[in-house]
């Protein structure tokens, strides 16, 4: 039946192939774009077009190499469908042909709508685009386009070596963002978008990346407002030096004269988990010298990341079981002083205590320094911090970190997101008010997307005016952890 369905649009898009405006045919969403004609589904009042190739699958001779351009076609396909998550071990549908995209947007509504891409964290080892938790409809039913993004992971995405070009060594993982924001410029008019009102959001390695991204020469027109959610701002970058050692270590591993364009992907996940055992970082960003050349706080606080509206902010509890090694660390020897820890009088366990100082050491202090370097620049710069929890885990609190992405997309009932009351509801609606606000105009102020206005949401403006979302309610205010992140500006600069 679909296919019959995808045959009959075809043969009614016939008239309009050249038009570049999003189309429907009958009750199906139709584009054109340079890959092909792409036929989505609808449901309800959001058309989704699943499984969108950006570039070449990166198999074979383009094994690590730079994403190359698809195949142009004039061909009708269906995007019913998710591509396959890029390579990682829990996955068992994981592939190295995954570079794909997913495009939301409300169906019937005319363009040209703003644009909100999302780039996934999950440490640069896992996680996808796909699947029900990071489902864009509820965050289109404000009037926009939501695009998610996979991109190459793990050894695939990260690895470098001196056998590999040195231009495309180390960071093909950010390379397929890249060329993923590309692909959006060329063809999101296609599906309604407005290329030059394009904002980035993404938590953890997901906003690392686009910070980055803020760094880059090769991206800074390519994207026009940005979200930062749970960056790690002062965490050092790999070195080249460091990622060739790991490099080696890696092919190593693979075994002597190993053709590492041919090993087969099972191969290359048991090397990379080889050296994940030993070495939790070993495969993430680097300092390559073309698409990155420096740290995040370093880069910020030289005013070289593109001066465009930003909202920034953390949880305030990051910690997540995944990161218990490295929560442990901020308590071991030398690693935190006596007069730090005096800035948590409250907490007498050990293991509250240092769930707390990691939070503010990785995310809240950093997020408060580029907060602050960014607003130095003069851009429009807005800060929070997420510490709502829903209703019913208050009793039983689990990890906090990424806690406010089901807030953003409104998912309920799937995997990594459970039933919210109509308190979070409410609270959900406000965040993704705030959001799709920013993304239209830069600026989070304005309507809830039921009708009244938002509560006021400050500018930093270089203090500590932040938007502070509690159980208590949702309020701008003065950062009340802030003579604690003080101690922890200060250690930093020991």
């Known amino acids: 039946m679909r296919a019959l369905l995808a045959f009959v649009a075809a043969i009614a898009a016939l008239d309009g192939a050249g038009s570049a405006a999003a189309q429907a045919v009958g009750q ?23 499984g969108l190739p950006y570039a070449a699958p990166p198999v074979g001779a383009l ?66 685009a796909n699947g029900s938790l990071f489902d864009g409809a509820k965050l289109v039913q404000a009037g926009l386009i939501v695009v998610t993004v996979n991109y190459r992971l793990g050894a695939p995405g990260w690895l470098a070596h001196p056998a590999l070009p040195h231009a495309g060594s180390g960071n093909f993982g950010l390379m397929d963002q890249v060329a993923a924001l590309q692909w959006v410029q060329d063809n999101i008019a296609a599906f309604g978008g407005d290329p030059n009102n394009v904002t980035l959001f993404g938590s953890d390695a997901g906003a690392t990346s686009i910070a980055l991204l803020m760094l880059s020469a090769p991206a800074r027109d ?3 407002k940005a979200i930062l959610q749970s960056v790690p701002g002062r965490a050092h970058l ?19 004269k190993t053709d590492l364009r ?79 820890r005096r800035h948590y009088p409250d907490l007498a366990r050990p293991s509250d205590l240092a769930a707390r100082i990691y939070t503010d050491k990785v995310f809240s202090e950093p997020v408060r320094l580029l907060a602050r370097l960014h607003a130095a620049s003069g851009a429009p710069t807005f800060r929070y911090r997420f510490a709502y929890v829903p209703e019913a885990r208050r009793g039983n609190p689990d990890a906090g ?18 039933i919210l009351s109509r308190r979070d509801r409410e609270v959900a609606r406000r965040m993704r008010a705030y959001w ?42 003065e950062d009340p952890f802030a003579e604690r992140l003080d101690g922890l500006a200060n250690e930093s600069r020991r």
């Open 436 to 477: 799709t606000n920013f993304a239209r105009s830069g600026d989070p102020n304005g309507l809830d997307l039921n009708g009244p206005d938002l509560p006021r949401w400050d500018a930093a403006a270089g203090g500590d005016r932040l938007l502070l979302i509690t159980n208590d309610g949702v309020a701008s205010g």
């Open 63 to 128: 094994r690590w190499q730079p994403p190359q351009p698809t195949t142009e076609s004039s061909e009708m396909r269906t995007a019913y469908d998710y591509g396959a998550p890029c390579l990682q071990p829990a996955l068992p549908a994981a592939s190295e042909d995954c570079l794909t995209l997913n495009v939301f947007r409300p169906f019937g509504v005319d363009g040209p709508l703003p644009v909100m891409v999302f780039i996934h964290g999950g440490a640069f080892v896992t996680g996808t």
């Open 262 to 340: 041919a090993v087969e992907p099972r191969r290359l996940l048991a090397a990379e988990a080889q050296l994940l055992e030993t070495s939790p970082r070993s495969f993430a960003p680097m300092i390559d010298g073309h698409l990155v050349t420096e740290d995040l706080a370093a880069g910020f606080a030289a005013g070289r990341q593109s001066r465009i509206p930003l909202i920034i902010g953390s949880n305030e509890d990051e910690t997540d079981p995944e990161n218990e090694a490295a929560i442990k660390e901020e308590l071991a020897p030398g690693t935190s002083s006596d007069e730090l």
């Open 222 to 224: 390519l994207f026009h």
């Open 28 to 50: 199906f969403p139709f584009a054109l774009t340079r890959e092909g004609q792409m036929l989505g589904a609808v449901e309800g009042e959001v058309a989704a077009f699943k």
């Open 238 to 256: 790999r070195s080249a030096e460091d990622a060739e050692a790991i490099g080696r270590l890696f092919v190593a591993a693979l075994g002597p």
């Open 401 to 418: 970190h990424g806690r406010e992405l089901q807030f953003i997309f409104g998912a309920e009932g799937v995997p990594g997101a459970g």
